[in-house]
């Protein structure tokens, strides 16, 4: 099986570079090869990814990039390591500050206050940025405020509460890269008699980081609405949470519906907690299933380019 070919901007976002490095590392250094699409595209592979962010790290430690920029990849991984030692207290104080972003936003959603879990929210944005901010305080955050709702420590009204602050504050704050019409579209929410949109709105403000335009279209649709959605936008994909109830009678037959009145060529992509709940059918309807956030990113950027039709 090949690697996952990523975009220039993916693979600067990944490394921790500008893509106007990358392009220059790759033009005078000859740091990576990447491959071209038909129309000229640079596509990196997660090995040159990698080779591109052990050459940061290396940079970053001293070393001229034009003394390394060739070196092969277990002695870049040695020059990498070498820097490790001084990175180390950084990253526990960034997990530290995420585990207290959290426990203080949930400290705002017990006094239902939005204020401040507004404010909150916006601190661990400037602290860890957009990325940072779904994978590491709200994909936690929305995960806890659930667990607390089913055990009773919460009610149903802090957490609807909650998914609302935070609905809003994505949807205000989560700016599209690209508006035109070479943007892939995505459609996304939730199937009928799921009403729970926090799931939903972070995919969204997640396809958004990754330069897709997004569908928006809320909780609890028919069927034969989202595809319509989707087929007036001529979308690359849809993506469907599924967070409760895990035992819906209808929700079968409903993702069944979607399947059937969706051409073939586009996408199903399910996630949430009550996904694992329905596997069977969603197997059966070839649906492609994520568990966390990061594996949504590398999907979408994997069928983020359709796929090349045989040559007849």
């Not at 990039?65 to 092969?72: D, F, R, V, W, Y």
């Not at 070479?182 to 995919?203: D, F, I, K, R, S």
């Not at 990754?210 to 609890?220: A, H, N």
Request: glycine letters at 6%; a positive charge.
């Amino acid at each position: 099986m090949s690697e996952v070919q990523h975009s220039i901007k993916i693979a600067a976002r990944k490394s921790g570079l500008t893509p106007h490095v990358v392009r220059v590392w790759e033009r005078r250094y000859n740091a990576v090869s990447p491959s071209r699409t038909d129309t000229n595209r640079r596509r990196y592979s997660d090995t040159e990814i990698e080779r591109l962010t052990l050459l940061r790290t290396a940079t970053q430690a001293g070393h001229s990039i034009g003394t390394i920029a060739k070196l092969p990849v277990a002695k870049l991984r040695e020059l990498a390591s070498e820097a490790m030692p001084p990175i180390k207290p950084v990253v526990k104080r960034s997990v530290a500050a995420a585990t207290q972003a959290i426990e203080s936003a949930l400290g705002a959603i017990e006094k239902l206050n939005s204020t401040e879990l507004d404010e909150i929210l916006g601190q661990a944005a400037v602290a860890f940025g957009q990325h940072g901010l779904l994978e590491r305080v709200i994909a936690p955050l929305a995960q806890k405020v659930g667990e607390l709702w089913r055990d009773g420590t919460i009610t149903a009204a802090h957490e609807h509460f909650a998914s609302a602050v935070i609905r809003n504050y994505l949807l205000h704050t989560s700016k599209p890269y690209a508006a035109n019409g070479a943007a892939p579209v995505l459609v996304v929410g939730t199937p009928a008699g799921q009403l729970h949109e926090l799931g939903a709105v972070m995919v969204a403000a997640a396809a958004n980081d990754l330069g897709w335009r997004v569908i928006y279209l809320g909780t609890s649709l028919p069927a034969v609405e989202i595809a319509g959605a989707a087929i007036q936008n001529r979308a690359r994909a849809v993506a469907m949470s599924i967070v409760f109830p895990d035992d819906d009678p209808n929700l079968a037959q409903e993702l069944q519906s979607l399947r059937k009145h969706l051409p073939a060529e586009i996408k199903i992509i399910t996630g949430g907690r009550a996904a694992e709940s329905y596997a069977a059918t969603l197997e059966g309807l070839n649906a492609i299933r994520t568990r966390e956030l990061c594996e949504l990113y590398r999907i979408l950027e994997q069928i983020r380019v359709p796929e090349a039709k045989p040559a007849g």
